[in-house]
C-alpha cells in the first residue's frame, strides 16, 4: 500500500533559523514526488514536483531534495510570512490521484 | 474568477440528510479531482475524474458517497444519508492536460461540512 510519513508534525522556529522538513514514502512505481503548501481556511498550493532520486527544486528560501526513500524540505533563513502546513504527496504507478502525508505545520517567529 | 470555485463554502445540516457539494474547475482543465480533509490530516483521496468519466473512484469510502461530472466541467459530489463522521472539508482539485503528470494540481478552498 502507497504511504507517506512526514516528522516532525510540527516545527517552531524563529525567524533566520534554518531547518528540514521529512517525508518518508513507499510507492509501488513512483511517478512523482510533490510538495504543497497550505494556508489555514485554504486549499493546498503547489511548490515543486520531484521525479528521480538526487533531483533538487528550489523556490525562493525552499529546497526540495528526493533520495529513493524520503524527500526533504529545507527552509533556508525563514520568515514568519512561511508560517503553513506543509504537505508532501506521491503518485506511483498507473494512478492518477496523489497520495498526501498529513503534514507538518511549520510557525516562524519574528 | 479563474480559480477552482466550490460552494457552499460552509454546509451545517443534521444526521441522516442528503447533501450536493459543487466544483466549479479552471476553465479547460481536463482532470477533476475530490478529496477529504479532517482537521490535522492531509488530504484523503475520493475520486478523480477525466472528462466526464470517472477514472479512479477507490477512495470513495461507501456507497452514500457518489459524485457526477456529466459535461466534463463542473462536478457535484453526493452525500446520502449523512453521518457525523462525513464531517470534514471537502476539497476541489483541478488539472490542464499538461499538468496531470506534473502534479500540478489547482485546489479550491473548500467545502466545510458539519454533521450535527
Known amino acids: 500500500e502507497d504511504q507517506v510519513t512526514q516528522s516532525p508534525e510540527a516545527l517552531r522556529l524563529q525567524e533566520g533559523e534554518s531547518s528540514s522538513l521529512n517525508c518518508s514514502y513507499t510507492v509501488s512505481g513512483l511517478r512523482g514526488l510533490f510538495w504543497y503548501r497550505q494556508d489555514p481556511g485554504k486549499g493546498p498550493e503547489f511548490l515543486f514536483t520531484?521525479?528521480?532520486a538526487g533531483e533538487e527544486k528550489e523556490k525562493e528560501r525552499l529546497k526540495a531534495t528526493l533520495t529513493k526513500k524520503e524527500s526533504f524540505l529545507h527552509i533556508t533563513a525563514p520568515k514568519p510570512e512561511d508560517s503553513a502546513t506543509y504537505l508532501c504527496?506521491?503518485?506511483?504507478?498507473?494512478?492518477?490521484?496523489?497520495?498526501f502525508g498529513k503534514g507538518t505545520k511549520l510557525s516562524v517567529k519574528p | 474568477g479563474a480559480g477552482v470555485s466550490q460552494t457552499p463554502s460552509n454546509k451545517v445540516t443534521e444526521k441522516g440528510k442528503y447533501v450536493e457539494l459543487r466544483c466549479d474547475p479552471i476553465?479547460?482543465?481536463?482532470?477533476l479531482y475530490w478529496y477529504r480533509q479532517s482537521l490535522g490530516q492531509g488530504p484523503e483521496f475520493l475520486i478523480y475524474f477525466q472528462g466526464t468519466g470517472a477514472a479512479d473512484d477507490s477512495g470513495l469510502p461507501n456507497d452514500r458517497f457518489f459524485a457526477v461530472r456529466p459535461e466534463g466541467s463542473v462536478s457535484t459530489l453526493k452525500i446520502q444519508r449523512t453521518e457525523r463522521g462525513d464531517s470534514a472539508v471537502y476539497l476541489c482539485?483541478?488539472?490542464?492536460?499538461?499538468?496531470?503528470?506534473?502534479?500540478?494540481?489547482?485546489f479550491g478552498e473548500g467545502s466545510r461540512l458539519t454533521v450535527l
Open positions: 520531484l521525479y528521480s
Open positions: 476553465s479547460g482543465h481536463t482532470a
Open positions: 504527496a506521491v503518485q506511483g504507478g498507473s494512478q492518477g490521484n496523489l497520495i
Open positions: 482539485a483541478s488539472s490542464s492536460p499538461g499538468s496531470s503528470n506534473t502534479g500540478e494540481l489547482f
